[in-house]
């Protein structure tokens, strides 16, 4: 099944299919920053903790910033989305680009691959939670469905196995989408149809947040309020697969972006939404300051950090989805059978522990799977070969 529409040539440049490297230490901080924030809230209810962070006044000013930043890491489902919309996006493009058109079938088939086994692996340990946890039992065909983001909307939060699921939901939902856009589209109107997704987005929340009462849960889980920055992370992708960017940004402006970034991220509540300002625009600027900084790593010869040599970070970035999927699991069964980890050093326990799990799980699991999801690529590939390269290799017009 092909989707085609005025892929005449010249009309997007066809050239070497990218491997985005660097970007896997930036899917590991996102994951990192997820399990972090949940680790946080069960080790801080510690009486050890507890009783240290409020031994002295700096000890509580201290233990009350590091409770309020931690907060904030929700924001790496943010980046989540900001990446995968960049991705995708860079790849259909690059497909459309070589080809003419968009092989829907491959298209899902890859993503079936990567995304389905551990999503459902998750869903199959309800029953099993359920039996012997008394955990709660969402509507499962919901979830079956990828609607799970809905349910949980609706219904609140529900089983430990399901709760982190609502993100994966919306991302399917998007895979689902996006190539028929991206496809059909004339390639000059994709950065319209872009900003179009996003300003529904905007709307959507605009619509729940005036109008529908205890709205937060809409807000946040809600396909259509979550779509923006796959949107945006869409509309990086077009302008870097154009060479649109030129950011000539001298290192001590830039030092001044970063280090103004970060003082308002960790003195800000991101995951409010109780003001216009919250719902509409807030989170569009931490996006453009990630996006800075990414296209900066990527692209920019004189970058300040460019992680070319492969890495152990390198390798967690690969497993990062495990990392996501799994750190629940270990929190909840650290606490309820594994007590004596429960301890003052729990958040480095869960932290090693879900690398152990999600180690496990890409070598057995995912691995082989990417293999069969290679043989897909091969199989397109071999209608009209084109090299891989790693992007910090090739030759780019975009600086920062």
């Known amino acids: 099944m092909f989707f085609s529409r005025s892929a005449a040539a010249g009309e997007l440049p066809a050239g070497p299919v990218p491997y985005f490297a660097s970007l896997d230490v930036v899917r590991f901080l996102a994951a990192a920053m997820v ?7 069960h080790w801080a209810t510690l009486p050890a903790v507890q009783a240290f962070t409020t031994a002295t006044t700096k000890r509580q000013w201290a233990a009350t910033k590091l409770h309020d930043v931690t907060n904030n890491f929700p924001a790496g489902v943010d980046l989540f989305f900001l990446l995968s919309g960049f991705l995708i996006t860079y790849l259909l493009l690059a497909e459309r680009a070589r080809f003419g058109r968009i092989d829907l079938k491959a298209f899902y088939a890859r993503r079936i691959l ?51 699921l609502w993100s994966i939901c919306i991302e399917e939902h998007f895979y689902l989408i996006w190539p028929l856009l991206v496809g059909l589209a004339p390639v000059r109107r994709l950065p319209t149809i872009f900003g179009a997704v996003m300003l529904l ?13 205890d709205s937060y849960m809409a807000l946040l889980l809600h396909t259509l309020c979550r779509w923006d920055l796959l949107a945006l ?28 970034g970060a003082l308002l991220f960790v003195n800000d509540a991101y995951g409010e939404w109780n003001t216009v300002f919250a719902v ?3 989170r569009y600027l931490y996006a453009l300051l990630a996006a800075f900084a990414i296209g900066h790593i990527l692209y920019a010869p004189d970058a300040f950090v460019r992680w070319r040599r492969q890495t152990p970070i390198h390798y967690f970035g690969k497993i990062s989805y495990g990392i996501y999927m799994y750190h629940g699991f270990v929190i909840f069964f650290l ?7 429960y301890d003052r050093f729990f958040i480095g326990w869960v932290l090693l ?14 691995k082989p799977l990417l293999r069969l999801k290679k043989h897909v690529d091969a199989f397109r590939a071999s209608r009209q070969p084109a090299p891989m390269v790693t992007t910090e290799a090739a030759p780019a017009a975009i600086a920062t």
């Open 335 to 341: 606490i309820r059978e594994f007590s004596w980890f």
């Open 201 to 213: 987005s905007v709307g959507v929340r605009l619509y729940y947040f005036w109008f529908v009462p």
């Open 35 to 41: 399990l972090f924030y949940h680790a946080h809230g």
């Open 233 to 260: 992370g869409s509309l990086f992708a077009y302008a870097a697969y154009f060479r649109a960017i030129r950011l000539r940004v001298p290192r001590a402006a830039r030092v001044l972006i970063y280090v103004g």
């Open 114 to 164: 990567r995304i389905w086994p551990l999503y459902y692996l998750c869903l199959a340990m309800v029953p099993v939670l359920h039996q012997y946890y008394n955990d709660r039992v969402p509507n499962m065909w919901q979830f079956v469905a990828f609607a799970g983001n809905f349910n949980l909307m609706r219904h609140g939060w529900s089983s430990i196995a399901v709760n982190h």
């Open 353 to 366: 522990f879900t690398l152990l799990l999600a180690t496990i799980s890409y070598e057995l699991i995912e």
């Open 280 to 282: 509409v625009t807030k």
